[in-house]
């Protein structure tokens, strides 16, 4: 079945430490995306790429570090940098280009840094 | 610049009723879609429904419709005869076709009474 993973579901922390959250899909999407959301909020923009090797900040991209190497794979790492990690990941993609596109979404991570 | 916005925060529904969730949006662009997605408390986003703007008729997946109304820039979900299990948060988002990030809203909570 086509589909986007996340791993780990749940995801504890000590302060200080980084973390990589990882995202996959076998959809053949160009176009994968990372958002972080915290209670009750909507959704935030962290990073996205379009296409392997290339990535662009999104609206809160302080803290955090994004690779594309692969096309099926595009991890997260939240830095010590970042202030208030705590808080619900979801990476989704999408086709990408110009034109109508749909973004789907993986199951998500709860990161608690302790 | 592209917004949405989701005037509210909370609605509740009587089971087997219809609901309407709003939504307006903000785009200079010509050629865009808008979209909706259920969140559960699970935490995953499902996507719902499309809508692209040069489509004539509103679009239909099973009990959801969309209420595209173009010159008011409204994306309205209609969900018809609502069961306990949509109980969830609803997110509004768009994206112009030349650009590529998604534009989400800051959700409404709907909640189904028995």
């Known amino acids: 079945d086509g589909g986007i993973t996340q791993s780990p579901k749940y995801l504890f922390r000590k302060e200080g430490q980084n973390v990589t959250l990882s995202c996959e899909q076998n959809l053949n999407h160009d176009a994968m995306y990372w958002y972080r959301q915290d209670p009750g909020q909507g959704l935030r923009l962290i990073y996205y790429s379009q296409i392997v090797n290339d990535f662009q900040k999104g609206d809160i991209a302080e803290g955090y570090s994004v690779s594309r190497e692969k096309k099926e794979s595009f991890p997260l790492t939240v830095t010590s940098a970042q202030k208030n990690p705590t808080a619900f990941y979801l990476c989704?993609?999408?086709?990408?280009?110009?034109?109508?596109?749909?973004?789907?979404f993986g199951p998500g991570t709860r990161l608690t840094v302790l | 610049a592209q917004k949405i916005t989701q005037t509210q925060p909370g609605m509740f529904v009587q089971e087997k009723e219809a609901v309407t969730l709003d939504c307006t949006y903000d785009?200079?662009?010509?050629?865009?879609?808008l979209f909706w997605y259920k969140q559960p408390s699970s935490g995953e986003m499902i996507f719902l429904i499309y809508?692209?703007?040069?489509?004539?008729q509103n679009a239909t997946e099973g009990r959801y419709s969309l209420n595209f109304q173009k010159a008011r820039k409204s994306a309205n979900l209609v969900i018809s005869a609502s069961q306990l299990g949509d109980s969830a948060m609803y997110f509004c988002?768009?994206?112009?076709?030349?650009?590529?990030?998604?534009?989400f809203g800051s959700g409404t909570k709907l909640n189904v009474k028995p």
């Open positions: 809508q692209g703007s040069y489509d004539q």
């Open positions: 988002a768009m994206r112009a076709y030349n650009f590529n990030k998604f534009y």
């Open positions: 785009t200079s662009d010509p050629s865009y879609g």
């Open positions: 989704a993609s999408s086709i990408g280009g110009s034109g109508p596109d749909t973004q789907y």
